[in-house]
């Protein structure tokens, strides 16, 4: 119960836009320094290339909430093209990653889908891969309709799929082919459009992960859970899939030991690599998910 309690609050948090705008003068405090790889490109280009040397690949989100006018979705795109340019100067091991409504979702269909358009061009230039994170369920039927209408043009785009959502599984079939990263959830959701029961969500989850593998989809397998793992990793054994057809995907700062030991295992892993000063909505999600990693937050406080 105390557990529940606590999550509602960090994702009461994580939506609070006076709370998201006062961070942005905080700096990286809170210790969301331990996951968020500093405030700028070059910043987290730099972390990049440290992991890279480890045998593990990466991709990049330049962190952001409430873009709410055609100025700010126009800077966040131009951000993402030049982010797309460093990965290339770099010569690092790295994908984008980013969120629709800080390209302007919220503010016109049409003029998101342009702004997506021009960030898949840059990226098809440097023969680089764009990965649109899905957001709440508010978002999720938005997302998908822009990026059936990318695919039309551009092979080199994929999303997210959320296993709490009912929906989970008739996504994955429609999007057969389509590289996909897979997770268990992040937003609070209605018990109309989401599971509640965490068991429930890990059974979808791993049905979720085995359709799109056994579709010959390239598959994301985006978790921290060693169980989930392990089991992935035996049914692709006893599947007969390739190891190139899959990839395990980590956060930045979390099990650090595990990600290597996969590589050494001879898996790929990626690391999701968030940087920017707009960080306060994304630390806040990730102490809704998992209430323990709060300590990072009573070590960033106690330091200061």
């Known amino acids: ?3 529940q309690s606590m999550k509602s609050f960090f994702m009461f948090l994580s939506q609070n836009k006076a709370m998201n705008q006062a961070a942005k003068k905080w700096g990286l405090k809170l210790g969301a ?3 968020v790889a500093g405030q700028t490109i070059e910043n987290a280009i730099l972390k990049v290339k440290e992991l890279n040397e480890k045998g593990l ?5 330049h962190l952001g909430e409430f873009v709410d006018t055609r100025e700010e979705a126009l800077d966040s795109t131009e951000y993402c093209i030049k982010t797309l340019e460093m990965i290339e100067e770099s010569n690092v091991n790295c994908n984008l990653s980013l969120k629709m409504t800080q390209l302007g979702l919220d503010i016109s269909y049409e003029f998101c889908l342009e702004n997506m358009k021009r960030i898949l061009q840059t990226a098809k230039k440097y023969n680089n891969f764009v990965r649109i994170d899905m957001e709440d369920y508010a978002h999720c039927q938005q997302t998908l309709d822009i990026l059936n209408e990318l695919r039309k043009e551009f092979d080199n785009v994929g999303t997210v799929i ?9 996504d994955i079939a429609d ?10 959830g992040a937003y609070k959701e209605s018990l109309e459009v989401a599971y509640q029961d965490k068991d429930r969500i890990d059974e979808n989850y791993f049905q979720i992960i085995k359709q799109h593998l056994l579709n010959g989809s390239y598959t994301a397998v985006a978790s921290h859970d060693h169980m989930i793992i392990e089991k992935v990793k035996k049914f692709a054994d006893e599947n007969n899939i390739p190891r190139s057809l899959f990839e395990f995907q980590m956060l930045y700062g979390f099990r650090e030991n595990l990600q290597l030991q996969l590589v050494q295992k001879g898996y790929t892993v990626r690391v999701y690599v968030p940087f ?9 999600r ?19």
């Open 1 to 3: 119960m105390l557990e």
């Open 33 to 35: 320094s331990q996951v």
């Open 57 to 61: 690949i990466c991709t990049v989100d």
């Open 162 to 170: 959320q296993a709490y959502l009912h929906r989970a599984e008739k």
């Open 175 to 184: 999007l057969k082919g389509v590289p996909l990263r897979l997770v268990k």
């Open 276 to 284: 920017g000063n707009d960080w306060f909505g994304y630390f806040m």
């Open 286 to 304: 990730r102490m809704a998910e998992r209430p323990q990693n709060v300590s990072f937050a009573i070590k960033g406080l106690v330091s200061k």
